[in-house]
C-alpha cells in the first residue's frame, strides 16, 4: 500500500519541476491518490504526530464526540486569531457539520483554549482530550497554538475515528528541547515575494519551528529597504538592472512590508532574526558606495551578483558610520532582540592584506596578522548592537575564536552567540564554546544544509556546484547534542536548517529542498533523543507530506526509503 503515497508524490514532483499545471482530472487524481494514502496509512492517533511529543498518556475513556454542541471557553482576551486556527483545524480535518453554541448547556462538550501561569517553560502546552472536554493549555498565545497544531496532527492521523466525528481520549504533556529552532532563508541571492514567505512560514508553523532566519544581504542583493540610503536598494536590489522592478531575482522588501510579515509570524509563534551579513559578501553593498571597500579595489566596478569575494574596509570609518544608520533602522524593525551580523567567509587576506589603509591600521594598531582585524571591525560594529540593546549572532569561523595558546585572534564578546556551520568543524566548534562560555546555535552543513542535494542525481541543474548529499535519513540521525556528555552540551541553544538560495529560484524549489527533510529536523528540534525513533518516522512522515501537498506544497518523494528501494 505504501506505492500509493510514493506514485503520487512522483506524479506531483514531475509537475511541480516540469512546471505544467494540472488538468482537472490530473487535479482529482492526486486527490483520489492523496486522500487514498491517508487512510491507508493513518489509522490511529499517534500517526502524524511530527515533533513527537516528550510525553503521552493513552486514556481508556470514551472519545470526544463532535456531534454534540460544543461550547468555546477562552481566557485569551483580543486573540481571535487562534479562535480561527481552531475553527479552520475543526473544518479541514471534521468530516460533519460542528455546531458552535454561545450558551454552555450540560449537554453541550467544551473546548477549553486557556493561558495558565503555572506552566513556566516556554513553548510547553497540555493537550487533554476527554469525552466532554478538549483542554490546550500553556504559558501564552504561541503555547496554545502549539497544542491547536498537535490537535491538527491527532485529527490528521486518526483519519478512520475523525471520519465518524470522534476522537480518542488523549492526554499530552509536551515541551521542547531546545528554545532555537529556526529555518533560513536566503531571498539575498534570488528574492522570495512576500507572499511566498508568509506560505513558508505557514507551513514551517505545522512542526513547531519558531525562528525564521532571513539572510537579507549578500553579494547577490541588497533586500531590506534603508530610509536613511535608498541607494542600497536601488542598486542592490537588482541583480538584473535592465529587467525592472518585477525582473528575476530583483526585488527588496519595504520597511511595512517586513513589519507586516513579522505580524504575521508572531501570531504564528515565529521570531524573524534578521541578517546583515558583514564584512563579507557585501558586493551589493559596494556596489551603492563602492568607496567602502579596500583601497586596492577603487577602481574597480562592483556588480551585484558579478563581483565576489569583496569585503568591506576595516579601516574606512565611513564604513562604520554607515552601518551605524543601517544597524539602527535594520533594529528598530525588528521585535527579536537578536540579529545575525555573518562573519563568515571572509577573504581577509585577498581584502585587507592588499589594502594600504588596512596596512596602516595594522601597524598603528601593533597587529601582525591580518586577521586580528576582524577583533578592530566586530568591537566597532557589535557596539552598535549593544547600543540599540540588542544581541548578535556570529557563524562559527575557528580563526576567529580566542585559543588560549594565541593571543591575537579575535574572542568574540561573550553575549555573542556563535553559530557552526563548516563540514567536519562543528566538534571543534562545540569544544572552543563550551570552554569559552558562548551560546552555541547548531546548524553543520552534514545534517542541516538544505541547499545540499538529496541523493545522487538529484536533479543536477539544481545542484551543479559540487556540494555534498544530505540525505532524509541523515537528517533524521541529527543529534544536536552530538551525543556529548549534557555538561558538554548546555551551552547549545539549539537547531537551524539553511536554505541557501543560490541554486533555489523560487518557492517550489523550496519547498522541495525542504520538505521532508525539516520534518526531520523539527523533530530533532523538539524530541529528546529517548523518543526518536527512525522507523516510526518514516510512517509518520507520510501523512504530513500528503497533507502538505494538499496545502500546494511542492514537498519532494522520499522514494529511496520506501519498500521497493529496501528490495533492490
Ligand atoms: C555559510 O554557509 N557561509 C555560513
Ligand atoms: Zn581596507
Same mark, same amino acid.
Given at each position: 500500500m505504501r506505492i500509493i503515497p510514493v506514485c503520487m508524490l512522483y506524479l506531483l514532483n514531475y509537475y511541480v519541476m516540469k512546471k505544467e499545471s494540472l488538468s482537472k482530472f490530473q487535479y482529482f487524481f492526486i486527490l483520489f491518490l492523496a486522500i487514498s494514502s491517508v487512510q491507508a496509512f493513518s489509522q490511529q492517533h499517534l500517526s502524524a504526530l511530527i515533533p513527537m511529543p516528550n510525553h503521552i498518556e493513552s486514556k481508556d475513556g470514551r472519545p470526544f464526540s463532535f456531534f454534540n454542541d460544543i461550547y468555546i471557553q477562552t481566557n485569551l482576551t483580543n486573540n481571535t486569531f487562534l479562535l480561527s486556527e481552531l475553527e479552520s483545524v475543526l473544518t479541514k480535518r471534521v468530516q460533519h457539520t460542528i455546531k458552535i453554541t454561545t450558551t454552555k448547556t450540560t449537554e453541550s462538550s467544551i473546548i477549553k483554549l486557556l493561558t495558565d501561569s503555572s506552566i513556566t517553560q516556554q513553548d510547553a502546552y497540555v493537550l487533554e482530550i476527554t469525552e466532554k472536554c478538549i483542554l490546550i493549555k500553556g504559558q501564552d498565545e504561541g503555547a496554545i497554538f502549539y497544542g491547536l497544531k498537535t490537535l491538527d496532527q491527532l485529527l490528521l492521523g486518526d483519519i478512520q475515528n475523525t471520519s465518524k466525528g470522534i476522537i480518542s481520549s488523549i492526554k499530552i504533556t509536551d515541551s521542547p528541547r531546545y528554545n532555537h529552532r529556526a529555518l533560513m532563508l536566503d531571498p539575498a541571492r534570488h528574492f522570495i515575494p512576500l507572499k511566498d514567505v508568509k506560505f513558508y512560514i505557514d507551513q514551517m508553523s505545522k512542526f513547531k519551528f519558531n525562528i525564521l532566519q532571513l539572510h537579507l544581504t549578500d553579494d547577490q542583493g541588497w533586500r531590506i529597504e534603508i530610509k536613511k540610503h535608498p541607494l542600497l536598494t536601488q542598486k542592490?536590489?537588482?541583480?538584473? /538592472? #535592465?529587467?525592472?522592478?518585477?525582473? /528575476? #531575482?530583483n526585488g527588496f522588501y519595504t520597511q511595512e512590508d517586513m513589519k507586516d510579515l513579522i505580524t504575521y509570524a508572531a501570531d504564528r509563534n515565529i521570531e524573524i532574526i534578521p541578517e546583515i551579513d558583514i564584512p563579507g559578501h557585501t558586493v551589493a553593498v559596494l556596489s551603492a558606495y563602492p568607496e567602502l571597500g579596500c583601497t586596492h579595489t577603487d577602481t574597480m566596478i562592483k556588480v551585484v551578483g558579478k563581483t565576489v569575494n569583496l569585503m568591506l574596509c576595516a579601516s574606512n570609518q565611513k564604513v562604520y558610520q554607515i552601518y551605524d544608520d543601517i544597524l539602527k533602522e535594520i533594529l528598530q524593525i525588528f521585535p527579536s532582540k537578536t540579529i545575525h551580523l555573518g562573519g563568515d567567509e571572509a577573504a581577509i587576506k585577498e581584502n585587507w592584506g592588499a589594502c594600504k589603509s588596512c596596512q596602516k591600521l595594522m601597524k598603528e594598531l601593533n597587529y601582525k596578522q591580518e586577521k586580528e582585524l576582524m577583533s578592530y571591525f566586530f568591537s566597532k560594529m557589535l557596539y552598535i548592537v549593544k547600543k540599540n540593546e540588542k544581541k548578535a549572532v556570529l557563524w562559527c569561523e575557528l580563526d576567529n575564536i580566542r585559543m588560549p595558546a594565541n593571543k591575537y585572534l579575535f574572542a568574540y564578546p561573550k553575549d555573542v552567540t556563535l553559530m557552526t556551520w563548516r563540514g567536519g568543524l562543528t566538534p571543534k566548534c562545540i569544544d572552543l564554546t563550551s570552554k569559552s562560555g558562548h551560546s552555541l546555535i547548531m546548524a553543520p552543513g552534514e545534517f542541516t544544509y538544505f541547499d545540499y542535494p538529496q541523493y545522487e542525481g538529484d536533479f543536477p541543474e539544481y545542484n551543479n556546484w559540487g556540494m555534498p548529499i544530505l540525505t532524509l535519513e541523515k537528517a533524521y540521525a541529527f543529534d544536536p547534542g552530538y551525543n556529548l556528555p549534557q555538561a558538554q552540551q548546555k551551552h547549545i541553544l539549539g537547531v537551524t536548517g539553511t536554505l541557501w538560495g543560490e541554486a533555489i529560484k523560487d518557492i517550489n524549489r523550496l519547498n522541495y529542498m525542504t520538505y521532508p527533510r525539516a520534518l526531520a529536523l523539527s523533530e530533532a528540534a523538539w524530541t529528546d533523543m529517548n523518543h526518536r525513533s527512525w522507523s516510526s518516522f518514516k510512517n509518520r512522515i507520510y501523512p504530513n507530506l500528503t497533507d502538505l501537498i494538499m496545502s500546494g506544497v511542492s514537498v519532494r518523494s522520499p522514494f529511496e526509503i520506501t519498500d521497493r528501494m529496501n528490495k533492490q
Open positions: 542592490g536590489a537588482f541583480r538584473n /538592472p #535592465d529587467a525592472g522592478a518585477n525582473g /528575476p #531575482d
